[in-house]
């Protein structure tokens, strides 16, 4: 079984991708399941075949130990590695050739935490990547931009997997902003300009120098447009995840 990762952002739409995306796998022949790991989804949009809500309440562990909602979520995600063989082998026992596992929106469990990397290795897999979404909305701004590039690559030192970028939620941009971004992900001079443009002080000089860390990493980000609303980018996605999970053959052994 292969497994994939669905990480971004609050918001950055997570969980429908992980939706459209199975269902949209399955309609093409693939045999997939959907997973949820977050723990603090009030309601799931799409069939998960395993689900940590089943294992650990959140409302509960909010009363337990006197936490509010965040505290709750971040206990209730260290609690996820306390039973990641149970879930574990609950989702190997599916027998499909790929999990997509949906991830809480707190980005620290997962850029700035161990716990997101120990959930990853405790699942069985013979290969395992990671989609990180750069949310369309926020990625019209160079400085939010950046940030994602900032948190990708977090993401990407602490789980060393291989990491497939995606813009979700593509659709809600207009034709010309999309262009932009596109041509930021292509051309780092075109981003760099957009800096020197667009913003000013403190965020210019923060954007500019992390741009520079981030290039000096060697690390290339090239966020591919999606959408769950109208599918776009679900072929290019599934040949890129078959480029990273089998090396191009197919999920079906
Ligand atoms: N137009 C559009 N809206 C989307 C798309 N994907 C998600 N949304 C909407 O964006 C909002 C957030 O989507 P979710 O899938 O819940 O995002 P998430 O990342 O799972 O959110 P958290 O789990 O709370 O971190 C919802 O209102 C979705 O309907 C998309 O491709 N296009
Ligand atoms: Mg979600």
């Given at each position: 079984m292969n497994i994939v990762f669905i990480l971004g952002t609050a918001g950055s739409g997570k969980s429908e991708l992980t939706g459209a995306f199975t269902n949209w796998l399955q309609l093409q022949g693939e045999n997939v399941i959907a997973v949820n790991l977050d723990p603090g989804a009030t309601i799931v949009p799409y069939p998960a075949s395993v689900d940590a809500r089943d294992y650990i309440q959140v409302n509960a562990i909010m009363e337990n130990y006197s936490l509010g909602p965040n505290g709750g979520l971040v206990l209730a995600c260290d609690m996820l590695i306390d039973i990641i063989d149970k879930l574990a082998f609950e989702v190997d026992?599916?027998?499909?050739d790929l999990a997509i596992i949906d991830t809480p929106g707190q980005m620290e469990l997962f850029a700035f935490r161990n716990t997101g990397a120990k959930i990853a290795e405790g699942m069985i897999g013979d290969s395992k990547a990671i989609i990180y979404l750069f949310d369309s909305v926020y990625c019209r701004d160079p400085l939010n931009y950046v940030m994602n590039m900032f948190i990708a690559s977090a993401i990407n030192t602490r789980f060393l997997l291989p990491q497939v970028s995606v813009l979700s939620r593509s659709d809600l941009l207009k034709d010309e902003e999309l262009e932009e971004i596109l041509g930021w992900s292509e051309d780092p001079e075109l981003l760099e300009k957009a800096i020197d443009e667009r913003l000013t002080g403190t965020n210019k000089m923060i954007s500019s120098d992390m741009l520079d860390i981030i290039y000096r990493l060697g690390l290339d980000f090239f966020p591919g447009p999606v959408s769950s609303k109208s599918n776009e980018g679900f072929s290019w996605l599934y040949s890129e995840l078959l480029r990273v999970l089998t090396g191009g053959e197919p999920l079906t052994p």
């Open positions: 026992s599916f027998g499909a």
